[in-house]
């Protein structure tokens, strides 16, 4: 199949069991399950398969857990013959493109994601920081929100979703504010997210200057197709600007409807998404009319290495 890109999740889409009949079935899923192990030095599989949850749902290893399996799955993709033409991730799931882009080794990528984590994790203590999802509300009535509660304390936009989804993130301090403020506008939906931080926001700064000293130690490869970018939403070839667009990534909004438009640019027409959960699915359906199909279990790879025509 040709026109194809691959796309990956970010943190959420985790839970305990993922990936097991694949890692039980699949020997490259094993391989890097067991590959993470050493590289981290603590049995992450363990923890991916078995639980408990809690601790799976630590960033700094919920964030190697889902590149681990993401990883995996696009090589046994691409062992039988799928190359997309164009990489794309959300959050997290830029650096799983990046790896499957060449650009990254698999040892430091993961390496890479367990620190990020960790910073994150550390960023801003608990309970101070919040991330609110928003559905159905104008972007224009959302600014003027952010704008009237922002004299108060910190709370940004930080992911355009596509089709009228955004997360908000600052300070838990104004959250019952801006709460009150989004559902005046008409906000049909505002859930708050399960995390441990307000990820991409400008509080996650200091962690990112830490990161970027990782990020300065790390090898950086030119990738064997083009990798869209979450901070930009552009094309990146170049493996300086990626790495300068890595470390902006943790404290800037994630672009994701325009990168995904800038994938439909490129030429692509069949989505893949990579990893456990559906959200990028249900994202790209309502950005742009293409076809998109999930791998995430042995029944939906098997269906994609057999039926390759049922994609979408």
Known sequence: MSKVAFVFPGQGSQYVGMGRDLYETVPLVQKYFHLANEVLGYNLTKII??????????????????????YSLSLALEEKGYFPMVYGGHSLGEFTALTAAGVLTFEDAVRLVHIRGKLMQEAVPIGQGVMLAVMGLEKEALMEVVSEVSLAGIMEVVNFNGGGQYVLAGESK???????????????KIRELSVSAPFHSSLMRPAALKFQTYLEKVNFFPPKAPVVSNVSAEILNDVVKIRELLYKQMAAPVLWEQAVLEMVKTGAAHFIEIGPGKVLTGLIKRIAPVAVFNVNNLESLRILLDKPEEVG
Do not use: F, R, V, Y
């Open 174 to 188: 104004i959250k019952d504010k801006t709460i009150e403020l989004l559902k005046e506008k008409g906000a049909k």
């Open 49 to 70: 398969l078995d639980g408990p949850e809690e601790e799976l749902n630590l960033t700094a290893n919920t964030q190697p857990a889902i590149l681990t399996l993401s």
